[in-house]
Every structure is written in structure tokens, then in C-alpha cells.
């Protein structure tokens, strides 16, 4: 039977500045995160609302539109914190979640290794606590429960403690699994096999190259996040030779800061990379703004002094096909067109690389 989707209604509060086309990416996102985008409504401030976010009549209209729309979810695009989060709650009488709550959901949707599922659930335990202490002492006090609580403690002491003891106990086993990571690098390092990493915005279509050219069975969907975690696959190319092509996590602009370390976790294998294939969805139009956060990405980890090829991919969409060129290749990962002259130009990297 056919999951019932949650009908949603997107909120996005535009400050002075603010880059308007995030409110279609949250749309993208909650798609990815199986809603039903039923409704919009955005609205112009100077600055936040400290109880509401948003103004009061703007929430009476959202209150309207919720009923108007059937809708039975609200998704602010901007980050609540705990109290603003139970106050709309409260007056819109609807489920209210923001773009990080939002975001975590679909990674911990997709996470595919150990660490991938632990790294999601560290910063779920760290939002949660961030919203609990937001909600600061107005609960109302429970008193002692016999073998949870101490006396007195309130349950929401009771919630930050076990919270707090949740995280300390992932991040141990976190901190094991990347000993183990290291020694199969460690490894990988022996055997000389030189390594390719594939980077890009989410959706560019990473694992549908690594699928192509290696006819792996990474996991593909036409939603956000479909790869969490690296994934490695050996490719041989025409002399015979090996090389290792890691899957990475899709990047996204203004990801939660929850997700930084995960995230950066994930990314850590790039770091031993000798080329970079940095896969660019060229049917896009905002294509040209999402190499520059990928690009971000890679200089804020240090990366960008890499080998970098920009992979033009999806290019069946375009009507014509512009000239590869020594480091940007036009290729459609979905039509397998054009792997022939990306992997060349990979050929020709790594050489350019070794001499
Ligand atoms: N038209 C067209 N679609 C493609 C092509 N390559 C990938 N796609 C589609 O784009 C969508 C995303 O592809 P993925 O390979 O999952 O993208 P990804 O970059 O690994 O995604 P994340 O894991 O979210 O970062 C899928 O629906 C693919 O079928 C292509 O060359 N042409």
C-alpha cells in the first residue's frame, strides 16, 4: 500500500539579503522527504520575532491557508528555535518543523554505513538538546521518579541528561569505526592504487556516474541525498591499470550546522584523492552557483589545490553539446555518452600527476 503523504505548507521568512530561491530548494527537500507540497507563503522582515519568528496576522494567514489546503505539516525554511517552534505549534495546532529538522530526516532516511546511521544520530541528539535547553525551566516540574529521575529533577533535566549520555556513548563508537576507516585507507595506500573522488551538489547525478562506469549498484533516485556515505568502487581503465572512484555526499548550501562534522567525516576520503571529478547537473540554470558551493566546500577543507575535473552531466538535456576541454567534460552519466573521453581525461591527470 502506498504511504499517505503528509500534506505540507512551506514558510519561508525572507531577511534583508536573503537569497530568495532557497523556498524552491526547501520544496525539493521536502519532496525528497516524501510530502506533498500543498502551499507557500513567504513574508518580508527587518528582523526575527523572537516569540512567533513571524508576525501574529502572518500566522492567522497561515492558519487559514493550513485549513483552506488540508495541509497537516508546516516547514519553515529558516531555523526555530525550541520555544518558537511549541508557541506556532500551539496556535496553528499543526505538526511544525524547520529546514534542519527537515534535513536531518532525509540523511537519516538515506544513511547507509555504521557510521553513516551514528553520524545522523549524533546530530539529531545534538538538535534535540539545542531545542530542549531553548525551552529553559517554564515545564513544569515532575517531581522524583523512582529509578529515572533523581528528586526533584524535572523531566526535562531528566530528557537533556539521557540525551547527553546518548552522545557521549555514539561518539565512541564513531571514534572506532574511523580507526578502522584509516587502516583500510592505510591499506589502499600500499597497493598504490590511485584514487578519484567524485564531489558535487546533491542530484548531479554522482552515483549514476560511478554506475556507469563501473556498473556498480550504487543507490540512485531522483531525490536529494541519495548517497550518504563514500563509497568506494575499482574501475580498470585501457592499460590495465586500477584506479578506486569514491562516491561522496551531495553538497548543499547552508547545510545545518549539526551536519557540519558529519558531513565533513564523510568527505574525509577526498582528502587522499589524486583527481577530483566534481559532477555539475548542466540542465540546471542555477548550475553556475552551485559549483561555487561546491567549490566553497572544497576550499574550506582545504582541497581546491587538487587536480579538478568539472564533469558536465545531464548534457542529453541540452540542445547542444558544447566542446569538452582538457578539464571540463560534457558527458550524460544517465545515456553513458561521452565516459570514453572522461576517462582520458582522468588518464591524463593522474600521468600529469605522477610526472
Ligand atoms: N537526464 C539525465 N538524468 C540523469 C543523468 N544522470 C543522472 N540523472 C538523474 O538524476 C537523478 C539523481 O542522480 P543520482 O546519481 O542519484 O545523483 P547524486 O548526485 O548521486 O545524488 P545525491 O546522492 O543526492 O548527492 C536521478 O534521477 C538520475 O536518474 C543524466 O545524464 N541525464
Known amino acids: 500500500m502506498e504511504e499517505l503523504k503528509e ?15 532557497t523556498i524552491e530548494e526547501l520544496s525539493e527537500l521536502a ?62 495546532d ?5 529546514r534542519t529538522n527537515l534535513i536531518l530526516d532525509i540523511f537519516a532516511k538515506r544513511a547507509k554505513t555504521k557510521e553513516g546511521i551514528l553520524q545522523v544520530k549524533l546530530a539529531q541528539y545534538k538538535y534535540s538538546l539545542a531545542r530542549l535547553r531553548g525551552l529553559g525551566i517554564s515545564l513544569s516540574r515532575l517531581g522524583g521518579g523512582i529509578g529515572t529521575r533523581g528528586p526533584g529533577e524535572t523531566q526535562l533535566e531528566t530528557d537533556i541528561r539521557h540525551i547527553r549520555r546518548s552522545i557521549v556513548y555514539i561518539e565512541k563508537q564513531i571514534e572506532q569505526i574511523k580507526k578502522h576507516r584509516s587502516l583500510y585507507r592505510k591499506r589502499r595506500q600500499k597497493n598504490l592504487v590511485p584514487i578519484v573522488a567524485i564531489v558535487g551538489y546533491t542530484n ?13 549498484n550504487t543507490y540512485t533516485e531522483d531525490k536529494l541525498f541519495a548517497t550518504l556515505d563514500p563509497l568506494a568502487r575499482k574501475l580498470r581503465l585501457s592499460d590495465n591499470k586500477n584506479i578506486i572512484l569514491i562516491d561522496t555526499v551531495g553538497f548543499i548550501r547552508n547545510l545545518p550546522h549539526q551536519l557540519i562534522e558529519a558531513f565533513k567525516s564523510t568527505l574525509e576520503e ?3 584523492a589524486d583527481v577530483i571529478l566534481n559532477a555539475v ?4 540554470s542555477n548550475y553556475e552557483e552551485k559549483i561555487k558551493v561546491t567549490e566553497k566546500i572544497l576550499s574550506e577543507l582545504d582541497y581546491l589545490n587538487k587536480p579538478i575535473i568539472t564533469v558536465y552531466n545531464k548534457s542529453d538535456l541540452l540542445d547542444i553539446l558544447p566542446k569538452n576541454t582538457e578539464n571540463e567534460i560534457y558527458i550524460s552519466a544517465k545515456n553513458k555518452t561521452n565516459l570514453a573521453s572522461l576517462i582520458a581525461a582522468i588518464q591524463s591527470m593522474l600521468k600529469q600527476s605522477c610526472d
Open 7 to 21: 500534506k505540507a505548507i512551506l514558510v519561508s521568512v525572507i531577511l534583508t539579503n536573503k537569497d530568495k530561491q
Open 31 to 92: 519532496k525528497t522527504a516524501g510530502a506533498g507540497v500543498v502551499g507557500m507563503l513567504t513574508q518580508k522582515r527587518k528582523s526575527i520575532d523572537k516569540t512567533y519568528y513571524f508576525g501574529k496576522g502572518k500566522l492567522e494567514e497561515l492558519k487559514k491557508l493550513i485549513e483552506e489546503k488540508g495541509a497537516n505539516l508546516v516547514i519553515f525554511d529558516n531555523e526555530l528555535s525550541g520555544s518558537q517552534l511549541r508557541n506556532i505549534e500551539k496556535i496553528l
Open 94 to 98: 499543526t505538526k511544525v518543523i524547520d
Open 204 to 216: 548531479a547525478g554522482k552515483s549514476t556516474l560511478i554506475n556507469a562506469l563501473t556498473d556498480a
Open 270 to 272: 577526498i582528502k587522499f
Open 281 to 284: 547537473d548542466i540542465s540546471q
